[in-house]
């Protein structure tokens, strides 16, 4: 008898060998299960993909139907974890919080703990099984640096009616991000499809990827802008940036706004430092050493799933963020104090 698997967006572009490793983490006889055990299975046809003999590096497309022989058990249980959580709003359908930078969501392959899922089933031990076994009442993700308003949902219909939502794009979300550049005009939109990047498996391209490619839109809206060069070029500077993403591709706003030339000010994966460098620098550690990206969810709206009343809800700029704008800021009062003073 088969089993079967399905190819959902965020594995796009994985090779075969890779997805099934990843897929297995915790499963018994780690010679069969380990990567060069699945290719050995693959090459012997216990592994088949769309019905047809294939091979290990086959790079898989949305929707790819993988069938196996036999699929080895695993463990599933997710523990309860009673980790802080910053509570937006909470009723009997669903509760919106405020994720912190550096919390993963879910828990996937190497993480079983100290994720948001794990602190929301104690704080919900209803929770469980709502939406998927590893992902329980999730509608939606941030990435783990990123910080700000999520919504989870606390039933099968709530879940349901919140996704819907999601997927037909009747949410409203509205993200702050510190970006390298003067960003002009002051707005504007990215209309480019995204799909996993050609070379680099770990991230997602809307220039250089896979065939496969998903709509992506990105609206922008320019906040505040920073000088912090000596010179007054276009890389010298800093903007704040108001986004609202009207899909839900894999790190959507981060690809979009760095194939644009505006990469998230402390991005590891997408960023690259946008300054004035050596002696033109203006230096500024807050700037030049922030631990992540500086990306925020700062508003989601959405249908309520029992009263059907638009709901909106809004997480403050956090700590991080907030200082090292207030940084920028007085950075930009001294530079229009020292002009104001040669100036006169």
Not at 85 to 94: M, R, S
Not at 318 to 343: F, H, N
């Amino acid at each position: 008898m088969l089993n079967r698997l399905a190819v959902d967006e965020e594995h796009v572009g994985m090779r075969l060998d890779l997805f099934l490793t990843r897929h297995f983490p915790d499963a018994p006889q780690a010679g069969r299960w380990s990567r060069s055990g699945i290719q050995r299975m693959i090459a012997e046809g216990q592994i088949i993909l769309n019905g047809n003999r294939t091979k290990p590096s086959t790079r898989l497309k949305s929707n790819d139907c993988i069938e196996i022989e036999q699929i080895p058990p695993r463990e599933t249980a997710l523990a309860p974890e009673a980790l802080p959580l910053d509570i937006i709003y909470e009723d009997e359908d669903c509760i919106v919080i405020n994720k912190a930078a550096g919390m993963v969501v879910h828990p996937a392959a190497g993480r079983r703990s100290g994720t948001l899922v794990n602190a929301l089933l104690y704080h919900c031990p209803n929770l469980r099984g709502i939406g998927g076994e590893r992902r329980p009442g999730i509608v939606h993700r941030l990435d783990k640096d990123t910080s700000g308003v999520m919504v989870v949902a606390k039933h099968e219909q709530a879940f349901h009616h919140i996704a819907l939502q999601f997927k037909e794009r009747r949410v409203l979300k509205e993200y702050l991000a510190l970006v390298w550049g003067l960003v002009d005009p002051k707005r504007g939109a990215v209309n480019r499809p995204i799909g996993r990047h050609r070379s680099d498996r770990k991230r997602m391209s809307s220039l250089y990827s896979l065939p496969g490619l998903r709509e992506a839109l990105t609206e922008w809206q320019v906040k505040e802008s920073f000088g912090v060069g000596a010179t007054r070029e276009a890389n010298g500077w800093v903007t704040l940036l108001r986004l609202r993403p009207h899909s839900g591709r894999t790190h959507q706003i981060r690809v979009h706004l760095a194939d644009q030339g505006y990469p998230v000010v402390g991005d590891r994966t997408y960023g690259r430092r946008r300054g004035v460098l050596g002696r033109d620098r203006v230096g500024l550690p807050a700037l030049d050493d922030f631990p992540r990206q500086a990306l925020h969810a700062e508003r989601l709206g959405f249908s309520h799933p029992r009263t059907g009343l638009a709901v909106e809800f809004t997480a403050p700029l956090p700590l991080d963020m907030q200082r090292l704008l207030d940084s920028l800021r007085e950075l930009r009062s001294l530079s229009d104090r020292r002009k104001a003073g040669e100036g006169g």
